[in-house]
């Protein structure tokens, strides 16, 4: 593709995702003295935006998920970053005289959105919740089902839910939710958690969560809403129908980078193939965060991420001349 470039409306790099590492490689960027925009679909601060408590996060002694993402926000924007709303539904890059990227989004209700120009760009896009994988469970989405309990939570209080999976987000979801509740049904394939066994203990203690261990959901039932979920045992085969109200998903999380398969080559689990370099195949585009194909995702490593990407971008302007 070939196109006119208008310099003034160009920006030296691009951040696609207003997480902990779109933040602080917008950090990066702009100390740098680049010009800086991040695109984000929804709002800023990405997964931890819903954590309550945040306490593995060096110098921040104890604070909210809100909190050290609204302050990595406003640092970014204090120091010249630009942010607009807007999902990238295209990454176009421009084989001509200069490598330059189009990036092309839709708005909030699928409309198309402004184009924007970009001389590098970064991809800080996270991850998505893994889904329950049942019939209706889109339909359902916001009538019962959820995959946020800190968010949706508050809908149900005084009802019985059920809280599915067996990781730390499941469990903190179960003990959230048992401050809500009448009845907490925490469900796991397995008769053994994966999370914290502290918060285990602390749930086994509460009077009104039970641990349905062994067992899958198979049916979502009610219509228009959510007003049960049958699940079955994987040993017995003995089926139970829970009657719950809602029913939160807590299965960990999944990729969500097949919009960019043009620029990046993903991973068999649709993760961007980078090295701790945040580096990809096409020169100019890097990556960073939870999206990337790494062993660790943590606040932590997330923002490292942010630091190295923008860097490497900084460098690579820098040769661009
Ligand atoms: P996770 O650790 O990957 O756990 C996902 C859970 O969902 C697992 O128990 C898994 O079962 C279950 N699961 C996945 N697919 C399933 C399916 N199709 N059917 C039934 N069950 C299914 O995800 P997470 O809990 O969201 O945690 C992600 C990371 O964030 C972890 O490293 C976690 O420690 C961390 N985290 C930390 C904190 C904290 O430190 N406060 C809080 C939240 C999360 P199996 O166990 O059988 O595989």
């Known amino acids: 593709m070939s196109k006119e470039f208008d310099e003034k409306l160009v920006y030296d790099i691009l951040v696609v995702g207003a997480g902990p590492a779109g933040l602080t490689a917008a950090i990066y960027g702009t100390r740098g003295g680049k010009s800086v925009l991040v695109l984000e679909k929804l709002s800023y601060g990405g997964q931890i935006i819903n954590t309550p408590e945040v306490e593995n996060y060096p110098g921040a002694k104890r604070t909210s998920g809100f909190e050290l993402a609204t302050s990595m926000y406003e640092q970014a924007i204090e120091l010249g970053a630009k942010m607009e709303f807007g999902e990238v539904v295209e990454i176009e890059r421009c084989d001509e005289e200069l490598p330059y990227f189009l990036v092309k989004t839709k708005n909030a209700i699928g409309e198309p959105g402004p184009d924007y120009e970009a001389k590098s760009i970064i991809l800080a896009t996270g991850v998505k919740s893994r889904e329950l994988g049942l019939p209706r469970e889109e339909q359902l989405t916001g009538a019962g089902i959820s995959y946020c309990a800190t968010c949706d939570g508050a809908f149900f209080r005084g009802k019985d839910v059920a809280v599915l999976g067996g990781g730390n987000t499941a469990l903190e ?40 261990l062994d067992s ?53 689990a649709g993760f961007f193939n980078s090295g701790e370099d945040c580096v990809t195949k096409t020169q100019g585009v890097f990556v960073a965060g939870d999206a990337r194909e790494k062993t660790r995702r943590q606040l932590v490593t997330a923002t490292a991420d942010g630091a190295v990407s923008a860097m490497a971008a900084i460098e690579y302007l820098h040769n661009l001349g």
């Not at 907490?184 to 349905?212: P, Q, S």
């Not at 959901?217 to 009610?222: A, S, T, W």
């Open 173 to 212: 979801d179960a003990e959230y939710m048992a401050e809500l509740a009448k009845k907490v049904y925490l469900v796991h394939r397995r008769n053994e958690f994966r999370g914290d066994e502290i918060t285990v203990k602390r749930l086994a203690e509460k009077e009104n969560v039970e641990f349905v």
């Open 216 to 268: 899958v959901p198979v049916e979502i039932l009610g219509e228009p809403r959510v007003d049960g979920l049958k699940v079955k045992n994987v040993k017995s085969n003995e089926e139970r129908v829970l009657e719950v109200e809602a029913i939160f998903v807590a299965f960990g999380r999944v990729a969500d980078n097949q919009g960019f398969a043009n620029l990046v080559d993903l991973n068999d």
